[in-house]
């Protein structure tokens, strides 16, 4: 009989191994799997000799430091469980009974309109499905889904990135937001040119600067910039204080900001490009019964509508 040979490795080994490198720490890695220290330690060390490779460079001002053939089974051990995984799923058979972890990114400022509902259904509707959720900006969302740390990501569609998908969910409206008592707040719609010569509040984050200031530029405005945030809420409580106008594309159900101030938002008259939202997945990546689930309830929650 023919023995096979090569190196041995165990799922579990892989498992805490995909971890200790996603946390940067042995410590968080057994927090998070819910086991000693001692176990993670000892699986990633085997699967070390096996391998025949350094994996982790220990370093005590950056703890774990993933070395070069760390990074290629890191990709490589993703993958694998994944399909593992779907075979599990698979066998089960059944849709409905799909449970597990999913790691989602979701661009920050969307977070709050739509991660709650979803996060709410799934608990609802797959109680053994179980969502760890990052919020990151655009290019590191990108990032997360590239190096396979996320399965999905909720976030703007702002064009196209190599070997990612965007599947539709619903167009964002952007909107003019003003102080309460400003004399264009009581206006069904706002021209951008009736803008001119006001200060203006930016919402500063990765491409929004961008799409904002081409927004206001297609307009023929070249905004007094008075103030800028990567804050939805600083934003909002800034323009509520008189300190200028913004753009904004989500709208929250209240008018009143955190310190107690008022805005009010009004449509933009000028036919003004939204921006799509997304769910995005990695295209050559076959998504697992997890993901799949996700993305249809997602798209059952917004899709052709609005998160408003």
């Known amino acids: 009989m023919t023995r096979l040979s090569g190196p041995v490795m165990t799922l579990v080994q892989l498992r805490y191994f995909i971890v200790a490198a996603t946390k940067r720490s042995m410590t968080e890695a057994s927090v998070d799997l819910h086991v000693a220290q001692s176990a993670v330690s000892t699986a990633i060390a085997q699967l070390e000799r096996s391998l025949g490779v350094q994996l ?35 066998v089960r058979g059944r849709h409905y009974d799909v449970r ?42 990108t990032e997360l889904l590239l190096d396979g740390s996320v399965e999905g990501a909720i976030t703007y569609d702002f064009g196209a990135v190599h070997n990612l998908t965007y599947d539709h969910l619903y167009v964002a409206e952007p909107h003019v937001v003003l102080p309460a008592g400003d004399d264009l707040a009581r206006r069904k719609r706002v021209k951008l040119s009736q803008l001119a010569d006001r200060d203006f509040v930016l919402l500063a984050t990765e491409h929004s600067r961008d799409y904002f200031l081409g927004l206001l530029a297609s307009g023929g405005l070249e905004p007094e910039i008075r103030f800028t945030s990567r804050s939805y809420e600083t934003v909002r409580s800034l323009v509520a204080r008189g300190h200028g106008y913004s753009i904004l594309n989500h709208i929250p159900a209240t008018s009143r900001t955190y310190d107690g101030g008022e805005v009010a938002v009004v449509p933009i008259a000028d036919g003004a490009s939204p921006l799509s939202v997304a769910f995005a997945r990695v295209s050559d990546v076959r998504p697992t019964a997890r993901a799949r689930v996700i993305a249809e309830m997602a798209r059952g929650l917004f899709g052709d509508g609005h998160a408003e």
Do not use: W
């Not at 460079?57 to 070069?68: A, D, N, P, Y």
């Not at 969307?110 to 797959?126: E, N, Q, Y």
């Open 56 to 90: 982790f460079i220990r370093q005590r001002s950056k703890g774990l430091v993933v070395t070069e053939a760390g990074e290629q089974l890191l990709r490589d051990a993703r993958s694998l469980l994944a399909q593992v995984d779907e075979v599990t799923d698979n």
């Open 100 to 141: 597990g972890t999913l790691r989602l990114a979701c661009f920050s400022p969307l977070a709050p309109f739509v991660l709650p509902k979803l996060i709410s259904a799934v608990k609802a509707h797959h109680p053994g499905l179980r969502i760890e959720v990052i919020e990151a900006d655009v290019d590191r969302t």
